[in-house]
């Protein structure tokens, strides 16, 4: 008995440090096959094997980068008109067939073309899918050379990963974006319009409608005033560019210091989107470097007293990276 204790000790041992081992090693094959969001944004997919992610786009790509996975949100009603486009001409749309796949997200429907480009025959798939809110978008792109590898079937089995998020994280848009923001206003609602170059803060949703209530948008511009004495007009010509608003007055425009820097502030009364919301919109331009700053508030006009003091809290909890 003495000699047998010690054995059947060590072999209970064993026995759980390989049921523990074994347990790992499922729960770490579990985790590869478990969908990737791109950061930034509320789709995800299992990419296929020897695929990272992109280094200049949403998406993944090969190590050559040859094979190339882009994905992007686009408005809700982008799958509503596939729909309805199989509905009138179920056999052609945009030039491809249109085929069903069910996805983790539900329904979705691609096409498979093949193309030239430059010299080289490529195989290109186009995936859309519903997110409730939004539409999921994804498209592979395979070079002939890689096909055996990156199949029709592959790229199949990659769609029908598909799924999607309700939110991004809102710490990991903030981490993209080429400022930092220290205030969020107590905005509800935080998305990337551009991922890494925009965002939105908003009290309303894509179901209730930005407009009707208190929003922001912080961005980077693509130019800035080379002279100091042209910011004026700059500015009138950007608040003038400002989407979504029609019958506009400007009401005030001028120059002031935000964080320490030159800026401008203007506002205009306008009226805003399906609804006719009479609203107040605030545009601030701070200016240094290459890129102006843009902040831009937009209120009804009711509710502006109460919106003003949080747009304020905003823009001046923007800083540089």
Known sequence: ?????????????????????????????????????????RIGIVPLVGLVPAKKFTGFESQDESVKVLMAELPADAYGEVMNALKTNPAVAGGARPEGIETAAGMAYYTVETARNG????????????????????????????????????????????????????????????????????????????????????????????????????????????????????????????????????????????????????RIDAISGRDNTPVTVVQWLRFGGQNALRIIGSAPRDQWPSAFPRFRAVRDGIHPR
């Open 119 to 266: 010299g080289s025959v490529v195989h290109r798939y186009s995936m859309i899918l519903s997110g409730g809110t939004f539409s999921g978008y994804v498209a592979v792109q395979v070079p002939e050379n890689a096909s055996k590898i990156y199949s029709d079937d592959a790229v199949r089995r990659m769609f029908a990963t598909a799924t999607v998020r309700k939110e991004v994280p809102t710490q990991e848009l903030l981490e993209l974006m080429p400022f930092r923001v220290g205030d969020l206003g107590d905005f509800k609602t935080v998305r990337a319009l551009a991922i890494g170059g925009a965002i939105l803060l908003a009290d309303g949703d894509e179901k209730t409608g930005f407009e009707a209530a208190p929003f922001m948008v912080v961005g980077l511009m693509g130019s800035s005033p080379a002279l100091p004495e042209d910011r004026g007009r700059f500015a009138e010509q950007a608040v003038a560019s400002i989407p979504g608003v029609h019958s506009s007055r400007i009401t005030m425009s001028e120059p002031l210091r935000i964080d320490g820097m030159a800026g401008y502030e203007t």
């Open 1 to 41: 008995m003495k000699l047998i204790r010690p054995v059947a000790l060590v072999s209970a041992s064993v026995f759980a440090m390989l049921s523990a081992l074994a347990l790992l090693v499922l729960t770490e094959a579990a985790r590869a096959e478990d969908p990737v969001f791109p950061p930034g944004i």
